[in-house]
């Protein structure tokens, strides 16, 4: 299969203007003022909405957009005309002409387990360079690294069950269902329902039948027995149109008719209902038909606690399809009632900034818990026990001797150059299952356990202690 | 300004493939069958997730995309490459290869009020044809009238002071932000921070400073100055950064020196702490200083149970930027704990099919409350009291007289050709105004409150009980 045409999936040479206005405004502040000095900023998230770990997904994308940004003449022009950022000077339009990010990004690879507050981004650049990008670099890496990190709470609650993603319907529009079939078979669903994902990605498709074909014709089972002759090797019947119980009952005739033509019925799928006592009663009545071999698939309104209730209860279920609460997401526990906005908390500061070659950290101060940040260029360090199992993560200035631990800030474009191949979403999710599976059990649970220990070296705690002591710059002049 | 690009925006071209597997398979099966027979399908939404009315949008969106939807020859020989849909017959490839959405579609206009059940979308055409773009229909519906309508709510608890959508950092990719600002702006914002959506769908751009702006400068009263003297005539500074207190005297400081040169500090935005309190001491703060003009403005976390809050407290702040809750429409009351899932429950389902010249209407059954649809093409009219006020909705199959009422489902496309004129979103927020301000003001509540009444006719209800009655056609055959 050839490589995706993601230039024309992602359409980046028309989506420079993808950016919030205050990008331009203070751009053209920056150019107005000639700051256009090195700095470096991160992107982290501030707070793990469910759970105890997130799955780190969405760079790939990231650094494609930034590497691919242009401003066309039509932007340019139409900046001008709209007077969108004051009256454009002719300094500012050269610059976005001309623009092509030269800095150098580090990141942690896509599929890693990673912890609030960890710098996932580093970036240094020119202070525009660095900022101009930033609302695409947020949307995409929140949304992705929010999909991948549910489905892998998904995948554990169905303890070996496949899941696959069918959310695209219930997706905040298109890239929202591309994004999502992605990120969700990093975090280790086993196909997806959307056929262009499929195509871009290389990502196995799935599905089944819709109520629409059933109903389109005289009979349930006139509508069962067109389709396993249309797919003899690949019939999944839905058999909750009119009356679950009858409809289990007709996909045991068709599967008795398929066996004397030497085919086998795949499955069965459910969609509505109490889906653990439907499986059971259907589940029974494959059986008695002799059809042992057809699987149950189940979908409608699925979570991972749903899933887990599911299984935890023996249902008789080989396969979820998961839909609107893994498009979107849905950072919501219907048992205790926590959560409820379906986006991750991921924000990308500025960290250090350089002024007549001295390098000065930088923090944004804040009252409220976690709405602080961490000062300065840092690299997470992450230590291993004798067995490989994940024992604790500690975030160290960017000049610090490393003093053991894997370095997890990789080196991923420098000076404007891409210098790492990007995995296949197949050796993400690999990567994310071997991951995960280091991770002690007590961090992988669904609700909220113990938090894995992240530490700050001493140096970078006297770094934020003293920025804090020194008091913060807001008169310093 | 010239009319958006929108193929550029969308990029329908290549986006054949945003469906659902099943709807290449159904499709595949159909031909096998020779069933292409003329068919109905009903856009609906089956429960109002928040409040008591959902203000439709996206209409334009799906219609251009199924208007413009081509199978490329790429887009074919991948199929055929991936046997995707098991063994592509040569009949489908033909079918794919010629296809042009041929039938017809009736609409509720953009920006109206609607309530669960009521058909939004109805769909005659070729049985295929009518199928095989449901996944973009819904994703987009579903999409738009979540964000258009939790849109609504948030103005109307800010009664009067101004939103802004600053929410594309949070939306889930692209898409998402692109069309969360048409929505939200069709809801009733005053402007977008995302300059793409301001550019394609000439929607106002806003926006202030973000912190790096002053982390990158010596101290925060530099960083005010710079801003100050690139835009003279629109500046709002970021206090936050460091402390608000202090960064309300510094902006008073740069507001003073902006009156010597014959120019208006024009706001101060908060974007973190106790926005009730810090709003009262900053208003005192710029009062104090002479600067009773200099307004401040409010973000972060806000939804409109917040904005309801602070406006009833009477926080002064004039104006609200709304992010995370607004581009991923957080379906979540943090009062009450209902909610969590930020995805509209609309489906598009088969209503009607023709059996050689026999009109046959169906449906689909289900115990679940709210899960079985209504049977037949329909058509939905809306009565007013002599005010103009909303009374009540009444729906009918399509060939019933009308009696009175406006019948909200209008001509979108016949035939395959488009008659309509779609509005521009301005008209489109100007509608969905006034259109609201005739809802009964018990129906217009943040909190769920009486339903309005939406009544079947005696035939509709007949037919439904009628098709109840007669069984379900599982067997029939």
Avoid at 374 to 386: E, I, N, S, T
Wanted: aromatic letters at 10%; hydrophobic letters at 40%.
């Amino acid at each position: 299969m050839n490589p995706p045409p993601k230039s024309a999936l992602l359409s980046e040479s028309q989506m420079a203007l993808f950016a919030d206005y205050y990008e331009l405004t203070m751009a053209q502040a920056d150019i107005n003022d000639e700051n256009n000095a090195v700095c470096t900023a991160n992107y982290f998230v501030r707070s793990i909405p469910q759970g105890n770990y997130l799955i780190a997904a969405g760079l790939e994308q990231v650094v494609h957009y930034i590497l691919n940004l242009r401003f066309t003449d039509a932007d340019l022009k139409w900046l001008r005309d709209s007077q969108m950022a004051g009256d454009m000077s002719d300094d500012f339009a050269n610059y976005l002409r001309g623009f092509k990010f030269g800095g150098d990004i580090y990141a942690v690879p896509e599929g890693t387990p990673v912890f609030a507050n960890e710098p996932l981004i580093n970036i240094t650049g020119p202070t525009i360079d660095v900022q101009i990008f930033e609302t695409y670099l947020l949307s995409v890496m929140n949304f992705q690294t929010l999909i991948a990190t549910k489905t892998s709470r998904m995948i554990r609650a169905a303890r070996g069950a496949v899941c696959y993603d069918f959310g695209a319907r219930r997706a905040h529009g298109r890239d929202a269902g591309i994004l999502a079939a992605r990120a969700s078979f990093i975090g280790g669903v086993a196909g997806t329902s959307l056929v262009i994902a499929g195509r871009y990605f290389d990502i196995p498709c799935v599905g089944t039948i819709a109520h629409k074909f059933i109903q389109d014709r005289p009979s349930e089972l006139e509508a069962f027995r067109a389709y396993a002759k249309s797919f003899p090797n690949n019939t999944v019947l839905l058999i909750d149109t009119y009356d679950t119980i009858q409809g289990a009952k007709n996909a045991c005739l068709v599967g008795k008719e398929m066996e004397t033509r030497s085919y086998r019925l795949r499955g069965v799928r459910l969609d509505s209902g109490d889906l653990l006592r439907l499986s059971q009663e259907v589940r029974s009545i494959l059986d008695s038909a002799g059809l042992t071999y057809v699987q149950i698939f189940a979908s409608g309104d699925l979570d991972e606690f749903e899933i887990d209730r599911l299984i935890a209860q023996k249902a008789p279920i080989e396969g979820f399809g998961i839909g609107t609460r893994l498009a979107t997401g849905a950072n919501f526990n219907p048992l205790t009632g926590e959560g409820g906005v379906s986006a991750l908390p991921g924000v990308y500061k500025h960290v250090e900034r350089v002024d007549e070659h001295r390098v000065i950290p930088t923090m944004k101060f804040s009252d409220e818990l976690g709405k602080s940040t961490l000062p300065g260029r840092k690299q997470v360090y992450r230590f291993h026990d004798a067995h490989g199992r994940y024992e604790r993560d500690v975030i160290r200035l960017w000049d610090e001797p490393s003093q053991g631990g894997e370095a997890l800030l990789t080196p991923i474009v420098r000076q404007g150059k891409l210098v790492y191949r990007f995995p296949s979403v197949k050796e993400l999710q690999a990567k994310a299952t071997v991951e995960l599976s280091r991770l002690p059990v007590p961090h992988r649970k669904l609700t909220r356990g113990e938090a894995f220990p992240v530490t700050l070296s001493p140096r970078l705690e006297k770094l934020r202690s003293q920025l804090s002591r020194e008091g913060r710059p807001v008169s310093k002049n």
